[in-house]
């Protein structure tokens, strides 16, 4: 396993951190993503630890809170000393029937962390994050709050997570000009078949030394081996009923056209080509993996040995290339004469006489 630090921070972790979201079912959408036991969660969360994976993620919306606790009492169950993993949760989604069960206010974060400190049975959280964009609470109000967690060392590090770029941008202006608790990560999803955030949010994040935390790397499942052109609806996935996230499925058919080759070279699935890509990513900080089973577990944790030749990626950023979008390809037009030698035209001071 390899280790990376968390943003611009000296908290490492490791560079797959397994995601809990199969974790208990509950109702709904959940249910069709998951529907682990605890005996289940016991087993994957022992097998990641023994992988060297020290860096968990779950949400208080999952199965209605049931996957922080799960996970909580997985850790508990195996006699984990607190110190030997990094807890990442999020708030933001609706958690009961109120008008404010919702969202990223002081009112609901302060209700929100006590409630999941609960369900995982810890005393301080390492990662809290924001799970989505709130278009009515002031983003200055929402900073206050987190900062004043970590003040209070209920909370370590903040994150946020679907947030567009110049959001994260402001928000990084307002935390310095006040001087609050900076945001460390971007949790986003990212993919072979979705790279959208190069655009703009991955210039942003490398500028201010910010972590991105990868979540659905498989594309929902679309690019785990079982989908195909000729089989786009297969009976054992949850994407056949939960088409999520949205993805432009030709250009995820030519890409895996691409990957079967190489994933035949390596004698291993399309799902770990698939996360060796972007685990080879340099701005990417860790990959967000889930598994309802240890075999699933086990082939993805074998990414992170799996180490893609320059030829291959290269053939793998060819055919999952974005679309040319403006401004992107004015950009390196206009900036041709800036990136060429340019002669120094003012005299030195020493060539004068």
């Known amino acids: 396993m390899q280790y990376k630090t968390l943003g611009d921070t000296g908290l490492l972790v490791s560079t797959l951190c397994f995601g809990t979201m199969t974790f208990h079912g509950g109702a709904g959408m959940f249910r069709a993503i998951g529907t682990v036991d605890q005996a289940g969660a016991d087993q994957l969360v022992k097998a990641s630890l023994d992988a060297g994976i020290n860096f968990f993620?779950?949400?208080?919306?999952?199965?209605?809170?049931?996957?922080?606790?799960?996970?909580?009492?997985?850790?508990?169950?195996l006699n984990i000393p607190r110190s030997n993993v990094i807890l990442a949760t999020k708030v933001f989604g609706r958690t009961g029937q109120g008008r404010n069960d919702v969202g990223a206010s002081r009112g609901h974060i302060m209700d929100a962390v006590e409630a999941s400190l609960r369900r995982l049975q810890t005393d301080h959280i390492d990662l809290y994050q924001i799970h989505g964009n709130d278009s009515i609470t002031p983003v200055e109000e929402t900073l206050r709050a987190l900062d004043a967690l970590v003040q209070q060392g209920k909370v370590r590090y903040i994150g946020v997570s679907n947030w567009q770029a110049w959001k994260i941008a402001k928000a990084l202006g307002i935390s310095q000009f006040k001087d609050l608790a900076r945001i460390d990560?971007?949790?986003?999803?990212?993919?072979?078949?979705?790279?959208?955030?190069?655009?703009?949010?991955?210039?942003?994040?490398?500028?201010?030394?910010?972590?991105?935390?990868?979540?659905?790397?498989?594309?929902?499942?679309?690019?785990?081996?079982?989908?195909?052109?000729?089989?786009?609806?297969?009976?054992?996935?949850?994407?056949?009923?939960?088409?999520?996230?949205?993805?432009?499925?030709?250009?995820?058919?030519?890409?895996?056209?691409v990957m079967a080759p190489?994933?035949?070279?390596?004698?291993?699935?399309?799902?770990?080509?698939?996360?060796?890509?972007?685990?080879?990513?340099?701005?990417?900080?860790?990959?967000?993996?889930?598994?309802?089973?240890?075999?699933?577990?086990?082939?993805?944790?074998?990414?992170?040995?799996?180490?893609?030749?320059?030829?291959?990626?290269?053939?793998?950023d060819e055919v999952s290339a974005l679309p040319p979008e403006y401004p992107g390809w004015m950009l390196p037009f206009q900036s041709s004469n800036r990136l060429e030698p340019v002669a120094r035209t003012v005299p030195r001071m020493s060539d004068k006489k």
Request: proline share 5%; charged share 30%.
């Open 185 to 257: 990560t971007l949790q986003a999803y990212y993919s072979i078949a979705g790279r959208d955030l190069e655009r703009d949010l991955v210039p942003l994040l490398e500028a201010e030394k910010t972590g991105l935390l990868v979540w659905s790397p498989l594309a929902g499942g679309l690019l785990s081996g079982k989908f195909s052109r000729e089989n786009q609806k297969p009976a054992d996935s949850r994407r056949s009923d939960f088409d999520f996230p949205l993805v432009d499925k030709e250009r995820a058919w030519r890409i895996l056209d």
């Open 262 to 316: 190489i994933a035949k070279a390596h004698d291993c699935s399309p799902a770990r080509i698939s996360l060796a890509y972007v685990l080879a990513k340099p701005f990417v900080t860790s990959v967000i993996i889930g598994a309802k089973r240890l075999d699933q577990l086990e082939d993805n944790i074998a990414a992170v040995d799996l180490k893609l030749t320059p030829d291959e990626m290269k053939q793998l």
């Open 57 to 77: 993620d779950t949400a208080d919306v999952y199965s209605e809170g049931e996957s922080e606790k799960a996970l909580g009492q997985s850790l508990k169950n």
